[in-house]
């Protein structure tokens, strides 16, 4: 019996250890020196850099790479069972060298790189010695890469990228950019003159021109025009890392919901014993768990085939992690009342984080679109008017298969009509 929903012991005793480390080394961390994980600060890295030390002894930094890309080759069940605990703090992703958008670069670096652009930036971007952001989003139109425009022309040893990219998220802390030209991705260091950081642009995603920005040869990263597959191989990965921890938050906010449902008292019971916020709980639980199984079968399929042929399962985990994060932060708010209404607890945040998830790596509608239209690709239209579950048509041929016994037995076919009539007129 193939199905089986059971964690292997070994790892098991993993994610104890990364629950407890987490509660015990990240949390703390999180609230006292919130971003102190990018800091360059000897004083920050004197407190960040030992937790990143264990998680290496521990075997599992960077566990989204597989074996052959330089990782511990986990695969991405066992990291959606990470992730499901990461995604409640913060700063894990970083801690654990799993965090976007690095992730997503790094994937690329390993898939397509050179072996000196593996050992110039793969290195030092899984030993977090560089940051790196994706630049593709573009201030015209984002959801349709045919509108892009930045483009990069050969010149001698050099290539001259000039266009304009929007959200190029982390981009003013970064060391280089991943950017998405209509001919190509390269990766060009965020130092090079002419790339110019817009000042009113939003804070963490960041808004830059190109203006005649100059690499050498070897910075174009695969092939030459090849950056729509590129591209697409980046970002399946980046939106099932982000499903698995938006189950985390959907979790935190869960729980929240059902430690306020039995402490707080209103109209002579505690609010937990009225119906409706049962019907808030009994919901989430089920969503919650639907998310859940969605995206561990998906994990487990690109395990067992690949991110190109999860690409149908990938899209819906995207956005019903939008959707299930949306729902129940919002009845958790509603069941903290008013406390849940201000900052003093998570739930805003993650509240305000459930629109973002439904326009970050592509709007909801392109994936529905993605979804809808690969699901038909298994279809055909039926034949005339009426569709192939039309009941009378469907009877009239199943009485066919019946003839014989109807032509030697008339009182049994009339039974046969009996029967129908009498199943036809209780509706
Ligand atoms: C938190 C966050 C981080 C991001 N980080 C990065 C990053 O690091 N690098 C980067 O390059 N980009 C990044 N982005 C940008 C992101 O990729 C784009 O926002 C996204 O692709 C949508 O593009 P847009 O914002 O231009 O929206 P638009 O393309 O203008 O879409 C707006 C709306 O139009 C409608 N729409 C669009 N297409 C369709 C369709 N086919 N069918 C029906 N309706 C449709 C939808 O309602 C959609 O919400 C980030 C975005 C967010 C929110």
């Not at 959801?143 to 003013?172: H, M, Q």
């Amino acid at each position: 019996m193939a199905w089986d929903f059971s964690t292997e012991p070994e790892f098991q005793e993993q994610l104890d250890w990364v629950d407890q480390f987490c509660k015990e080394e990240i949390e703390p961390l999180d609230l006292v020196f919130p971003g102190a994980v990018r800091s360059k600060d000897p004083k920050m890295k004197a407190i960040v850099d030992p937790l990143k030390q264990q998680v290496k002894d521990r075997g599992l930094w960077a566990i989204f790479l597989d074996k052959e890309l330089g990782g511990p080759g986990f695969g991405q069940l066992k990291l959606a069972l990470l992730n499901e605990i990461l995604g409640k703090y913060g700063s894990a992703p970083n801690i654990f060298g799993c965090a976007a958008p690095n992730t997503g670069n790094m994937e690329l670096l390993a898939a397509y790189g050179t072996e000196k652009q593996k050992k110039d930036w793969l290195e030092p971007l899984m030993n977090q010695e560089l940051w790196s952001a994706y630049s593709m989003t573009e201030p015209q139109g984002g959801s349709d890469p045919n509108l892009f425009k930045t483009y990069a022309t050969r010149d001698g040893n050099e290539w001259v990228i000039n266009g304009e990219k929007w959200f190029t998220s982390a981009g003013l802390g970064s060391d280089l950019l991943f950017v998405m030209c209509t001919n190509g991705i390269f990766v060009v260091p965020t130092k090079t003159e002419g790339v110019e950081f817009m000042p009113e642009g939003p804070r963490a995603h960041n808004h830059i021109r190109y203006n005649e920005v100059r690499v050498p040869l070897d910075h174009l990263l695969g092939p030459e025009n090849g950056a729509k597959v590129l591209a697409q191989r980046r970002l399946g990965g980046g939106r099932i890392h982000h499903a698995m921890r938006a189950i985390a938050s959907c979790k935190k906010a869960f729980d929240m919901m059902c430690e306020r449902a039995l402490s707080r008292e209103a109209h002579g019971k505690v609010i937990g014993e009225h119906q409706m916020v049962q019907q808030a709980i009994a919901d989430s639980y089920a969503e919650i768990n639907m998310l859940r199984l969605l995206v561990l079968w998906t994990a487990w399929t690109i395990d067992n085939s690949s991110t190109q042929e999860s690409r149908t399962q990938i899209a819906a985990c995207k956005y019903t992690a939008a959707k299930t994060l949306r729902e129940v932060s919002y009845r958790a708010i509603h069941v903290l009342g008013s406390l849940g209404t201000t900052d003093l607890t998570p739930l805003q945040a993650m509240w305000a984080g459930a629109p973002t998830m439904a326009v970050m790596d592509g709007v909801d509608e392109v994936h529905k679109v993605t979804v809808a239209r690969n699901v038909l690709k298994d279809y055909r239209p039926h034949e005339g008017v009426f569709p192939t579950e039309y009941i009378p048509h469907k009877r009239a041929e199943a009485r066919k298969k019946y003839a014989d016994m109807f032509a030697a037995d008339p009182e049994l076919a009339e039974q046969a009509d009996r029967m129908a009539r009498y199943m036809a007129a209780r509706g």
